[in-house]
């Protein structure tokens, strides 16, 4: 009898083509997936070889799903549903009532959040986090705490915790070899490779819009390389492949360790904007202390 798991499609294959499906994109996919536009594709082209079948015809950078694609689809997508709610069932169940349900940006995450886990969890061993990492915290309804990003609100439950503030950035090294520093004026930065997010999210300052605060207009002829989360244009820019825009409140620490500088002293800050926690679900004792522990992380920083 063939075992069950020859018979399986590879799980992060399955999960790239059901976000795909479900998102639109492999933009939008990589983002919650928190991977890459490049992988989520090598993982939609797994598949379909080990389906032996033609989900996706190809136009350019864009993937139109077959008539065969939207069928497994639907058979596949109330099952995975129905997965995901027993697993979380299950998971509940055998925690305690001091269980924090968290969504992060990704960003956030990386940078700020998960390095301040152990101190968290030192000052309230109690808790028992769990946390998922993704841009697209309205996709976590179940989540009692979300730590976003966007445009402030007066609501209650919202939490501030940094405003957002935008300046230029690259590696210490890269600075050096181009003669980058804060002397270095907006026509030095725009004779390098600009690294940034996709600039489908209108949430985030991107080139264009940073430029456009200063007057001036992104040209088709500058070299514009596009990634699909932040953690990955940091990388791209520690790597020396260009120039990008740091969110102060996420690389700090790396400027502080010299990993990073700031070049230019332009800078541009949007008050109304910025990283925030969504507490509209939560109603218990350790949500509080976490909301508490890091409001204060974030106002000594």
């Given at each position: ?165 935008v300046f230029a950035i690259c590696s ?130």
């Open positions: 009898m063939q075992r069950m798991i020859s018979k399986l499609p590879p799980q992060k294959a399955l999960l790239a083509f059901e976000a795909v499906m479900r998102l639109g994109t492999v933009t939008a996919a990589a983002k919650e997936l928190t991977s890459t536009q490049p992988a989520i594709s090598q993982h939609i082209k797994n598949l379909e070889i080990n389906l032996n079948a033609q989900l996706f015809n190809r136009r350019g950078r864009l993937l139109a799903p077959t008539d065969t694609a939207r069928e497994f689809y639907q058979t596949i997508a109330p099952l995975l549903n129905e997965i995901a709610t027993a697993a979380e069932e299950l998971r509940v169940a055998s925690l305690s009532s001091n269980l924090i349900n968290i969504v992060c940006n990704s960003g956030l995450a990386h940078f700020w959040f998960l390095p301040l886990l152990p101190i968290l969890q030192e000052k309230h061993p109690q808790l028992v986090i769990n946390i998922s990492v993704s841009d697209f915290a309205e996709y976590f309804p179940d989540r009692a705490l979300r730590l976003s990003f966007g445009q402030f609100s007066d609501s209650k439950h919202q939490h501030r915790l940094f405003i957002e503030q210490q090294d890269y600075a050096k070899a181009n003669q980058l520093g804060l002397h270095s004026t907006l026509a030095d930065l725009l004779a390098q490779p600009l690294v940034h997010l996709d600039t489908s999210d209108q949430r985030w300052l991107n080139w264009q819009r940073w430029l456009g605060g200063q007057n001036l207009a992104l040209k088709k002829t500058e070299s514009l390389i596009q990634l699909g989360n932040y953690h990955s244009v940091i990388n791209a820019v520690l790597q020396g492949q260009g120039v990008a825009l740091g969110w102060q409140c996420l690389i700090q620490p790396l400027l502080n360790r010299q990993q990073l500088v700031q070049v230019t002293s332009v800078e541009q800050s949007r008050e109304d904007f910025g990283y925030f926690i969504d507490s509209e679900l939560a109603t218990g004792e350790g949500d509080r202390l976490v909301i508490d522990f890091l409001k204060q992380a974030a106002s000594q920083q």
